[in-house]
């Protein structure tokens, strides 16, 4: 029985790739360091330490643990900044009647995502009392592909990760679902993933597997 779905937020809730790729594509700019969409989508779903020592991977230089901290801030600085560019309609009707179903159906429904930016992204969105459980980066100490943030959710939630499906768009979320147990759902990329238990066309494909699995657990 599905009893809650948590849905990653950047790539799934609301677009925000591109501004993820704007502000690392500055940082890499004045450092010298090659940068192209490729390599973002490697950055996709994991902390912004790791980010950075993906992305350094690529430069001649060696960086201290200090300045290698200050590329992450200057980044999320110029992320930051960009994000004023986010609009309730940034979140698309298919997501918003998707969530809307689930909660009158009496799921759960929360937010699992590494960025330390989420409640500020909800607000934006006019999203920030729509879920019953938000976990950002900021409420744990390992991020994705570690399992702790899904499973603080899920314990806010009141709900075991196996009756719990996860939405993610990246395969560091996929992996974190899967280490802890959950269902894994993937949309975009994360739908080929080898570890993804249901792939998604879109959002709404949800109603679909939330339907057939509680209706099979009835009988």
């Known amino acids: 029985m599905i009893t809650a779905v948590i849905f990653d937020l950047d790539g799934v809730i609301c677009p ?31 902390s912004r330490e790791d980010c950075v020592n993906v992305i350094l991977k690529r430069s001649n230089k060696n960086y201290t ?14 992320y930051k900044s960009l994000l004023v560019n986010v609009k309730p309609s940034d979140c698309s009707t298919q997501v918003r009647s998707t969530i809307d179903w689930l909660k009158k159906k009496g799921i759960k429904v ?4 590494s960025s330390t930016n989420a409640e ?19 409420d744990v ?12 959710v899920a314990k806010k939630l009141n709900s075991n990760p196996e009756n719990t499906l996860v939405v993610e768009d990246a395969f560091a979320g ?24 249901y792939p998604l066309k879109s959002i709404a494909d949800v109603i679909l597997i939330v339907t057939k699995n509680n209706q099979l657990q009835k009988k």
């Open 16 to 46: 925000t790739d591109e501004y993820h790729y704007q502000a690392w594509k500055k940082v890499t700019d004045d450092e010298g360091i090659y940068f192209d969409r490729d390599i973002n989508n490697q950055l996709r779903g994991i």
């Open 65 to 78: 643990e200090e300045e290698k901290t200050k590329l992450g801030e200057k980044k999320n600085e110029i």
């Open 110 to 113: 929360g937010i699992g995502s």
């Open 120 to 138: 500020y992204i909800l607000e934006k969105l006019g999203m920030q009392n729509t879920f019953d459980a938000v976990v950002s980066g900021d």
């Open 141 to 152: 100490d390992l991020v994705k592909p570690s399992p702790d943030i899904f499973l603080l």
């Open 174 to 197: 996929i992996q974190a679902a899967k280490k802890g147990n959950f269902i894994a759902c993937g949309v975009g990329e994360a739908a080929s993933y080898y570890q993804t238990d």
